[in-house]
């Protein structure tokens, strides 16, 4: 499913509503989602999962053309932990 | 600060113009249309933000930890998610090394 997929079944689902603000509810929750993150803020949304930043610590990795080291700085990476509905529903789905 | 589905449906009724009651449905429906791909065993592309993919996982010998006893960890279907490559180097630059 794509984005737009996701807009067209909302907008199903609120047939009140005009087909534009399906698209901009779903471009407003995903941008909030984002700013939260690079806010370094966690999101958890009961029944789906939790959002929030892991540490990639300092490292020396190599250049894999030219064999040459190269320092890689830490890091902050997004990570995603299902909650248990959506991991309950997804394995029982097999 | 953590984001939950109450910011963002006040979001939703502050800039989008829904009402309470369909903004808090809107939200709800958001993530419940993710959860129905997903257990459809669909995974959802949503551009700039990320992708959730499943992934199958095989039977594995587990230990219970405490009696040491060997206990099989069933076959299982799991949720991951990888971040789009702007969210990924967006969080790199608000942190650049530093502290989150």
New interface residues.
Partial sequence: ???SE?IA??AE??P??VAK??D???K???D???E??????????????S?A?N?RP?RVGRNPKSGEKVSV????????K?GK???E???Q?? | ?????A??AD??FE????NKR?AK???E???E???N??????????????N?Q?R?KPQRPGRNPKTGQEIPIT???????H?SQK??S???L??D?TT?
């Fill in positions: 499913m794509t984005k996701l079944q909302l689902r609120f009140q509503l603000d399906a901009f509810a779903v407003m929750i995903l909030a989602m984002s939260a993150l690079v806010r370094g803020d966690r999101i958890e949304i009961r029944g789906f999962g959002f930043l540490y300092p700085p830490a890091k902050w990476v997004p990570h995603f299902a509905e959506l991991r529903r997804v394995d789905a097999i | 600060m953590t984001l939950t589905k910011e963002l979001l939703l800039r989008v113009g829904l369909e449905d809107m939200v429906a958001f993530f249309e993710i959860r791909a997903l257990e459809t065993g669909d995974g959802v592309k949503l551009s700039g933000f990320g959730f499943l199958d076959a299982r279907r799991v949720v991951t998610f971040a969210l990924k967006d969080v790199e608000a942190f090394g989150a």
